[in-house]
């Protein structure tokens, strides 16, 4: 998970730490001595991500080196401005060819 800052990063760690026992994601923030047998990193800078196989980018730019994973998740609320943010980096992706696939998680389905 890339984040944006420093704090933001121990947040979601401290969030993710606290979940039930049942619920619980293994993690480590990058740098750690565990981070390379741990499913999910956290980091708010690129040096330290030692997986490539997804990347979740939780900020309002396109992660510069996003292209060395295997897939890119980005995640975009309902807030206009991270609206905004969010159709610039699908334009980003968009023009370099890369293939886009999009999931509306809020909209209602009917059986």
Request: proline share 6%; aromatic share 10%; hydrophobic share 40%.
């Amino acid at each position: 998970m890339f984040t944006p800052d420093a704090v933001t990063s121990s947040k979601l760690d401290t969030m993710l730490w606290t979940t039930p026992a049942i619920d619980f994601l293994p993690h480590a923030i990058a740098g750690s001595r565990l981070a390379a047998e741990t499913p999910i990193i956290i980091d708010h800078q690129s040096d330290d991500l030692v997986h490539d196989q997804l990347l979740v980018n939780l900020r309002d730019q396109w992660p510069p080196f996003f292209s060395r994973f295997q897939r890119l998740i980005e995640i975009v609320s309902l807030d206009e401005n991270d609206r905004l943010a969010a159709r610039q980096r699908y334009g980003f992706y968009r023009d370099r060819g890369y293939p886009i696939k999009s999931h509306n998680l809020g909209k209602e389905t009917s059986d």
